[in-house]
């Protein structure tokens, strides 16, 4: 006899299609990040860009200030700022000054000169792209002054020292010093004071000295103080031979019976000169030679005029020398 069997399968005990424990934690385990929530596997964070970038110059200063704005908001975000004077687009690796917020300074630049800017976000070692540059060309940052005056037909120019114009007139220049100088300032630069470019000024008083306040470009203001003053010449220099020099106080005296003669010889600075003896011209050379039997005994007095040398400028001059003739 021929038995056949059929095997039948077995479920486990409970409700139908409940799983065992083992499977729900191989589910559990499958369904759940490794590591217990960490989820430094899963797609970086989207790193906002950056829009409305601007650049404003700081008002006396060769300085910028660049805003802008992020598409978005996280929390740890900050930005990198990068700038140069060529136009360059920075590269994706270049390095960037940090800023904290969406608005820094640039400082130390060159007035008058253009510069462009970029700016992205960064969070943690993620950065940004950077953002279209924005340009600037910052105001000028002059106030170089020159400052001349007209004085006995000739031009003498002030020279600056630091916030102060010193100028000298000739040492016979009576007060008061009233002239109209001549200024010219840098390009870009205005005068925002009284007395104004062309005006006449008096600069007599040390006191009260005469001001000129020069504005930058940028609105920088430098203020320049007119320091004027008498030259310290005390004179013509005369020399004499045989003798190397002589005071022009010291008497000079010449003896007809020794048949003395003295030789006056000008500086290689004066030029063009005219010696007069009694108001009578005795000759145009740099030299003079007195000679004592040409005048009577007594006091007789000796003039001389003519120009002298100060850099490029020839000042008029005259003087006046007194000497006795004895028998």
Not at 52 to 81: M, R
Not at 124 to 148: H, V, Y
Not at 270 to 286: E, I, M
Request: glycine share 10%; charged share 20%; aromatic share 8%.
């Amino acid at each position: 006899m021929t038995i056949h069997t059929k095997t039948r399968t077995m479920k486990p005990a409970g409700r139908r299609g409940v799983p065992l424990p083992g499977l729900l934690l191989a589910l559990a385990l499958t369904a759940c990040p490794q590591g217990g929530g960490d989820d430094s596997d899963s797609e970086p964070v989207s790193i906002p860009a950056i829009t409305a970038l601007t650049l404003a110059q700081v008002s006396g200063e060769n300085s910028f200030t660049a805003s802008w704005e992020p598409e978005g908001a996280l929390e740890g975000l900050t930005y990198e700022l990068f700038h140069n004077d060529t136009g360059a687009a920075p590269a994706l690796e270049a390095s960037g000054f940090p800023a904290a917020t969406t608005e820094t300074t640039v400082s130390n630049l060159g007035g008058g000169k253009t510069y462009t800017a970029w700016v992205r976000s960064v969070l943690g070692t993620q950065r940004g792209p950077w953002s279209e540059g924005a340009s600037i060309t910052l105001k000028k940052d002059q106030t170089a002054i020159t400052f001349s005056i007209e004085v006995f037909g000739q031009t003498r120019f002030g020279k600056i020292q630091g916030d102060t114009i010193q100028i000298q007139v000739p040492i016979n220049t009576a007060k008061p010093w009233r002239f109209t100088p001549q200024i010219a300032l840098s390009d870009g630069a205005s005068l925002i004071s009284q007395p104004e470019i062309g005006a006449e000024a008096d600069f007599s008083d040390p006191e009260n000295p005469v001001e000129y306040r020069v504005q930058a470009e940028n609105e920088r203001v430098q203020v320049y103080t007119v320091s004027m003053s008498r030259g310290d010449e005390s004179g013509l220099g005369f020399s004499l031979e045989p003798e190397a020099l002589l005071s022009l106080q010291a008497p000079l005296s010449l003896s007809i019976s020794a048949n003395q003669t003295k030789a006056l010889i000008l500086e290689d600075a004066y030029q063009d000169c005219a010696w007069y003896v009694d108001g009578l011209l005795k000759g145009r050379n740099p030299s003079l030679r007195l000679y004592a039997r040409d005048y009577k005994p007594g006091i007789h007095y000796l003039s001389v005029n003519g120009f002298k040398r100060y850099g490029d400028d020839l000042v008029p001059w005259s003087t006046e020398l007194e000497f006795t003739v004895t028998k």
